[in-house]
């Protein structure tokens, strides 16, 4: 019966996204007034089909290797002048396919549409906080207020992964949505890397921002410990978000947290304890509400949850 459910709210989501994004398109498209839109016009041709690359998308600064402004320790760029169509063909990898390929593959969508400075995606988590403690084995609702992206696309995560370049809407926000990973730590002062295929909970946040404010019930809550919960935040085809200068502010954000079976912050003293307590109980009464609200739009969110079989 659970399962049923969800079924029906993936179907309902899946077939939403693809019409908003479609509804997006057309107006991008109207609006348009570049060269390859009249060229397209003009030969009557489909530029989503035709297999010949569009004159007006070639991009000559890719046949410069970067070296003729050296830096030291700067290296060759790769050169293309037909905008790397055929890469793919010069590495013995498959191709990605719209599938998550777990061997490695080879992408071959390019990358797209790339925000201002102006929209450039940032947030921050708002439960936890950083430091928080919180208690053991008992439900709360990871929350982050995220700004300069349209969150609530995304596309089958099975057939679509990076299968489309990045998209902006109307106001030149990437469309897309974002992601909360926790990973267990050995201690809040761990100084080794944490392996990437290893979570202790992992959920595609599907839904639109409400207020500016993404959120995620992580059901049953976890073990005592520390952890890191990290968002990936990322266009509707789950890949990273893009921006369009290389030194920027974080686009993502992480905060570390421990978990304890009376909910207490170790020698804290007594102030910390109580503000600790202050903060679990204001999450805790959050996820009572988010829970509460959610099940009925998104009852699936919880199942998507399945540590670590999520492919989203
Ligand atoms: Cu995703």
Redesign the pocket.
């Known amino acids: 019966m659970k399962y049923a459910f969800v079924v029906i709210c993936l179907a309902l989501t899946a077939s939403a996204s693809p019409l908003r994004l479609n509804w997006r398109a057309k107006g991008a498209n109207k609006s348009s007034s570049n060269a390859a839109a009249k060229s397209n016009t003009k030969s009557g041709g489909n530029l989503q089909s035709s297999t010949t690359l569009d004159p007006s998308v070639i991009a000559n600064g890719f046949e410069q290797n970067g070296q003729q402004v050296p830096t030291a320790g700067q290296v060759a760029s790769l050169t293309s002048s037909n905008n790397f169509i055929n890469f793919c063909a010069t590495t013995k990898q498959p191709i990605t396919n719209g599938q998550q390929v777990k061997g490695g593959s080879c992408n071959p969508a390019p990358m797209g549409s790339i925000p201002s400075t102006a929209n450039m995606p940032s947030c921050k988590f708002s439960n936890p906080k950083n430091l928080d403690t919180i208690k053991a084995n008992q439900n709360f609702t990871i929350t982050m207020n995220i700004q300069g992206m349209t969150t609530g696309n ?1 596309v089958n ?1 099975d057939s679509n992964y990076f299968a489309a370049p990045q998209q902006l809407d109307k106001s030149g926000k990437i469309i897309g ?1 974002s ?1 909360v990973v926790v990973e267990k730590l050995d201690s809040l002062k761990q100084t080794t890397p944490t392996d990437p295929t290893k979570f202790a909970f992992f959920k ?1 946040l599907n839904d639109p921002a409400q207020n500016g404010e993404l959120s995620a019930v992580v059901s049953g809550g976890l073990p005592a410990g520390t952890y890191k919960v990290s968002s ?1 935040n ?1 266009a509707a085809n ?1 890949q990273p978000a893009l921006v369009p200068v290389a030194q920027h502010g974080s686009l993502d954000d992480v905060v570390y947290f421990t978990v304890a079976n009376d909910g207490k912050s170790a020698g804290g003293g007594a102030t910390g304890g109580a503000k600790n307590t202050k903060a679990g109980g204001k999450g805790a009464d959050k996820s009572a509400t988010k829970s509460a609200a959610g099940s009925k739009s998104a009852g699936g969110n919880d199942n998507q949850n399945d540590g670590g079989k999520n492919k ?1």
């Open positions: 995304f995560a949505h992601h595609g990936i990322t789950h989203n």
